[in-house]
């Protein structure tokens, strides 16, 4: 790691705070969480900021490996998710372990379909939680459209749409992560893999979205870039937030335990 580096670490007291109370709240009893929460607007009100556990690098800082080099414990937790996508048609483009600093590990894949119309992303991250290391593992499809649709109840035109699968805890925070443009679901990853694929054609059928079909060549430049607005837009919101280098160096010390 050099000085040069950008880091960037989550900023949970710049949510919205009846989201932060019920998120909180799926883990710890409602007084206790709105509790929590009201301490960390008290600080933010105060200039003191909240020092994150970890740090995450921007979009292409990740470290693509061979499969066979992957963490196993991550392949592990993805390995009905795998069988079911290649029984599904889809073919990996990416394997990649995150540029992480302090108390976060996690690593991820993405493959496209074999019409190449949906991007499928894998993630598996280990942090810190409540009762120790908390490990958890997120799919999502993603499909660029190929022009523009404007739903019955928006002036926003839509351009992507997202399935995404997440733990029941985690769900409580989906509509920090809803933007306009993209036609977004999240679905409890208990339903599993194959249903939220057939969601998520549906809702493209439904809406007579027109999906993009894309080259494995420009797959995964289009997936970056995708992700790359997404990231810019939590920035924007100020969810994530630039480090700054006596952060990082603090944050750089932390280890999961």
Same mark, same amino acid.
């Given at each position: 790691?050099? *000085? +040069? ?5 989550? /900023? ?16 710890? $009893?409602?007084?206790?969480?709105? %509790? ?6 008290? +600080? ?7 020092? $994150? /556990? ?21 392949? /592990? ?26 108390? @976060?590990?996690? %690593?991820?894949?993405?493959? !496209?379909? /074999? =019409? ?26 993603? *499909?660029?459209?190929? *022009?523009?649709?404007?739903?019955? =109840? ?11 699968? %997440? ?26 893999? $194959? @249903? ?7 809702? !493209? ?39 700054? $280098? ?12």
């Amino acid at each position: 790691m050099t *000085s +040069r580096e950008r880091y960037y670490g989550e /900023s949970i007291d710049a949510m919205p705070f009846g989201l932060m109370v019920n998120a909180i709240g799926q883990v710890v $009893p409602l007084p206790i969480s709105f %509790a929590v929460t009201f301490w960390f607007r008290l +600080r933010r009100w105060l200039g003191v900021r909240i020092l $994150p /556990s970890h740090g995450i690098g921007g979009i292409g800082s990740e470290t693509v490996l061979d499969r066979n080099l992957m963490p196993p414990r991550a392949m /592990s937790r993805w390995a009905d998710w795998l069988e079911q996508l290649t029984d599904l048609g889809f073919t990996s483009l990416r394997y990649s372990v995150e540029n992480n600093i302090g108390a @976060k590990e996690s %690593a991820s894949i993405v493959l !496209i379909s /074999s =019409d190449s119309t949906i991007l499928a992303y894998l993630d598996w991250f280990q942090i810190p939680g409540a009762g120790g290391v908390e490990e958890r593992r997120v799919a999502e499809f993603n *499909s660029l459209l190929e *022009s523009k649709r404007y739903p019955s =109840d928006s002036t926003v035109a839509v351009t992507e749409v997202m399935t995404a699968m %997440a733990h029941k805890n985690d769900l409580a925070l989906q509509d920090a992560f809803k933007c306009d443009h993209i036609d977004t679901v999240f679905l409890d990853e208990k339903q599993g893999l $194959p @249903k939220a694929l057939q969601a998520h054609q549906r809702r !493209i059928q439904q809406n007579h979205y027109p999906p993009r079909c894309l080259g494995q060549d420009e797959a995964l430049q289009a997936y970056d870039e995708m992700n790359q607005r997404r990231f810019d837009l939590m920035l924007e919101r100020g969810y994530l937030r630039e480090l700054t $280098p006596r952060e990082i160096d603090r944050i750089s010390r932390k280890k999961l335990q």
